[in-house]
């Protein structure tokens, strides 16, 4: 099938023998496998909030989500309401196959602080604390930002959860790997997690622990649980927070980081690890698990690595050959970008890519 392309970077990766990725992709995959056959119907629960003009941009993040996941998908949409007939008449439509379903909820926080809540950072942003308090029969969620796209299974970052060990309650990737760039240890005027802190925008929670846990806090003696924790945490520190709800787990894991399970920088790709030299090793070895288009780099000129990336899966369509239709076109359109900070490490942006693309065609080879 590919023989009458032209030689490229995709190409040539694509036409590699299964055995040359080395033992840990064969052992990842047979993992993978193993579990579906005993987890056949689990669903993996993504929740996602969106506001103002996100709704393009959540719809994408959500058909990268399918284009690749194994299990069934359980997404739990948080919109103001005049965006909920938009996402109902846009989901509805969705070839899902009967592996995904979705569940639109308003942004709601509570009664008596809600003025408040709603004014921290960005609009709607600091919905995601409320998560656990809100959908009370999850046991686990992955939160992600509406500016994140999946470019492997959500099975795979799902599969975090296993890892835990038994005091810890969420996974989230560090805000920096490079302290020098780093902006928490540079600039931040309250407590932050660890050297560079932790970036909120892929959180990856047990939110049943969540909910029974009781935290060390630095307000009282007195350990609080979830529900309790959160205004007193907005009090104390609202003059000095810059990044609203993100500052406060940052400094609630300041305080519980033995709670805190901390993934590599490859499933939350951001901007900051391009535009400075490369400085996320993990991604360079194996390319970008999830892309995180923070400052609005989809959707100016500033990062067309990004835009190229976002463009791409927008405009893809269900059923369409993922090689000829996305990786392909990506590539050249990658190609273009070599002069730019990113584009100069551009084959991290489809290394991975390439690879859920062959392993969900030796899926549906296998049936």
Known sequence: RCKNLSVSFWNSYWMLPSDVCGMNCFWEAAFRYDYMKTHPSEKMHLAVVACGERLEETVTMLRSAIIFSIRPLQFHIFAEDQLHKSFKDILDDF??????????????????????????FKPCASQRLFLPLILKNVDSLLYVDTDILFLRPVDDIWSFLRKFNSSQIAAMAPEHEEPRIGWYNRFARHP??????????????????????????????????????LMPLLKKYKLNITWGDQDLLNIIFFHNPESLYVFPCQWNYRPDHCI???????????????????????????????????????????????????????????????????GRVYKVFIKQLTKSIRDLHDRRSKG
């Open 192 to 229: 932050f997690y660890g050297v560079t802190g932790i970036n909120s925008g892929v959180m990856l929670m047990n939110m049943t622990r969540i909910r029974r846990k009781y935290f060390k806090n630095d307000m009282t003696t007195v350990r609080l649980q979830w529900g309790e924790i």
């Open 95 to 120: 070839p899902y196959e009967g592996k995904v379903n979705y569940t639109l909820y308003p942004i709601t926080f509570p009664t008596e602080s809600a003025a408040e809540w709603k004014k921290l």
């Open 276 to 342: 400075y030299g490369s400085n996320c090793k993990e991604a360079e070895e194996e390319g970008i698990f999830i892309l995180h288009g923070n400052r609005g780099v989809y959707h100016d000129d500033k990062q067309p690595t990004f835009r190229a990336v976002y463009e791409a899966i927008k405009n893809y369509s269900f059923g369409d050959d993922l090689v000829h239709s996305l990786l392909q076109p990506l590539e050249l359109e990658l190609q273009k970008t070599m002069r730019t900070y990113c």
